[in-house]
C-alpha cells in the first residue's frame, strides 16, 4: 500500500507540475490554444461553400492538409517558448536553481506542449471526420510526428538563437524548405517529416511499408537527437545568461 501511495503522489505531483508548465507555454488560458486550430477546418469549410475549392478533400489530404497543418503551426508557437520565454522573461537563472536540474523544467514544459498538441488532434480528427474525409490510425500518427519534430525543432533553434521571433523564423524557413522539396505534399521523400503513405499512388505494398517503417523510426530518432541536443543547449548556462 506504502509503494502504490507513493506512486499515486509522485504521478499526482507530476500532473501538477506539466499543468503549471502548461500555463507557462500556453498563458493562462492555455486550452485555448487546441481550440484556435479548429479555424483551419472552418476557413476549409468556407472554401469550399463559396467554391475556391471545387472537390472535396481525398482520405489522403486528411493527414497533412487537414489535420497536420494546423498541429504543426501550434507546434512551432509553442516549441519556441519552452527554453526562449525564461531568457525573454529573464528567468532563466532561476530554472538553474531547480532541484534536479534545469532539464526538468523543460522536460514539463516540453510534456504540456505535447499534451496540447494530443488535444488539438483529437478536436481536428473528430471536425475532419465528421466534415471533410475519413482518418486512418497511421494518418493520425503521420501528423503527430511531423508536429512533434517541428516542437523539438523550434524548440532547439529558439534556445540556439535566444530569441523566440527568431527561432520561430527560422523554423519557418525549415517548413517552407520542406514545402518546395515536397511540392507542398505532392511528393512524398522517405526522410521528410511530414511523409504521407497515403500519397504515394501506384506504389506497390511493400514499397510503401518499407518506406513507411524507415520514415517512421528515422524521424523518431530525429526527434530524439534534436531534444538532446537543445536541453544540452540549455545546460549551456554560462553561454546562455551570457
Known sequence: MTSRSTLRSRFGDWMRFVGLSARLVGG???????????????????????????????????????????M???????????????????????????????????????????????????LLAVVTFALFAPLTLGGLYGSLQGAVFYLVLSMGLA?????????????????????????????????????????????????VVAYTLQNRIGIALAIAALTAMAFARAERREKLLG
Not at 43 to 69: D, K, T
Not at 76 to 99: F, H, K, S, W
Not at 184 to 196: E, K
Open 28 to 70: 493562462r488560458r492555455f486550452w485555448i490554444a487546441p481550440l484556435l486550430t479548429l479555424l483551419w477546418p472552418a476557413f476549409q469549410a468556407l472554401r469550399l461553400l463559396v467554391g475556391w475549392q471545387e472537390s472535396a478533400f481525398e482520405p489522403s489530404s486528411a493527414q497533412n492538409v487537414l489535420v497536420g497543418f494546423p
Open 72 to 122: 504543426i503551426v501550434l507546434a512551432i508557437g509553442l516549441g519556441v517558448r519552452i527554453i526562449a520565454d525564461e531568457m525573454d522573461r529573464r528567468t532563466l537563472e532561476i530554472a538553474y536553481t531547480v532541484p534536479g536540474g534545469a532539464h526538468r523544467v523543460w522536460l514539463g514544459k516540453l510534456a504540456a506542449a505535447f499534451g496540447l498538441l494530443v488535444a488539438a488532434e483529437i
Open 159 to 207: 534556445a540556439l538563437t535566444r530569441s523566440e521571433i527568431t527561432g520561430a523564423l527560422a523554423v519557418a524557413v525549415v517548413l517552407s524548405l520542406n514545402g518546395v522539396f515536397t511540392s507542398f505534399g505532392g511528393r512524398q521523400i522517405r526522410v521528410s517529416p511530414t511523409f504521407n503513405p497515403l500519397s504515394l499512388v501506384g506504389t506497390s505494398p511493400e514499397i
